[in-house]
Nanobody
Framework: QVQLVESGGGLVQAGGSLRLSCVAA????????MGWYRQAPGKQRELVAA???????NYADSVKGRFTISRDNAKNTVYLQMNSLRPEDTAIYYC???????????WGQGTQVTVSS
């Protein structure tokens, strides 16, 4: 059974930082594109950042220069370092593992991030 477990969410003041972690109990971690998505109340889930197995990354325009995604293949873990947080970053953040059509795409349960003004 595929399991993604996020941690690191919480309440922080605007301008502060948080680091999210996602441990993926999956054998295909090294080949999977790992991503962080977020969903705010009343809004659709959106991609925040993603990192491919070769380390290539992409970010939503709204977080470029503030967030950094990284991965540690030895620990089956992906991280999202979030700096200069804004109230509009408030959302539930979800970890995603995309290993392609043959293996599938999997989601974590989400972790709440709340940024107060």
């Amino acid at each position: 059974q595929v399991q993604l477990v996020e941690s690191g969410g919480g309440l922080v003041q605007a301008g502060g930082s948080l680091r999210l972690s996602c441990v993926a109990a999956v054998r295909f971690f090294v080949i999977a594109t790992m991503g962080w998505y977020r969903q705010a109340p009343g809004k659709q889930r959106e991609l925040v950042a993603a990192i491919r197995g070769d380390g290539d990354t992409n970010y939503a325009d709204s977080v470029k220069g503030r967030f950094t995604i990284s991965r540690d293949n030895a620990k089956n873990t992906v991280y999202l370092q979030m700096n200069s947080l804004r109230p509009e970053d408030t959302a539930i953040y979800y970890c995603n593992a995309d290993a392609g059509r043959d293996i599938g795409t999997y989601w974590g349960q989400g972790t709440q991030v709340t940024v107060s003004s």
